[in-house]
């Protein structure tokens, strides 16, 4: 039986946030140790992998602010969100350090043409 999807990205958080540590995990969001430990071993009465709670949900979101609600909840999107100043940001950042190393990329190309010349 396959640990249900949920699960999985709560081990990613876990795994991120608290270098897999599910002690630390469970007291960072206020939530009993062994209710996380839980959700990665099968239930001997029922034998299925239990859910996440709705209060473990909302503890994770609330605690772990750049966590993607959404990919927590759907797997859809990535798991850390970025605000769109700082993607914005990061995009811009990246355009001027490839403009700097164009410019830096055509002057060399020039210094190595001219030397090919002297030669």
Known sequence: ?????????I????????NGNRKKFAETIGI???SINRLFNIDNRTK?????????????T??????????LLTGD??????????????????IQEIK???AENALLKKENSELVKNK
């Open 1 to 9: 039986m396959q640990i249900p999807k949920i699960n999985a990205r």
């Open 11 to 18: 081990m990613q958080i876990i795994d991120y946030k608290s």
């Open 32 to 34: 009993a140790q062994q």
């Open 48 to 60: 299925k992998y239990p859910v996440a709670t709705t209060d473990m949900l909302i503890a994770i």
């Open 62 to 71: 609330e605690m772990f602010v750049d966590i993607n609600a959404r990919w």
């Open 77 to 94: 999107g990535k798991m850390l969100q970025v605000d769109n100043l700082q993607e914005n940001q990061l995009t811009y950042n990246l």
């Open 100 to 102: 700097d190393l164009s």
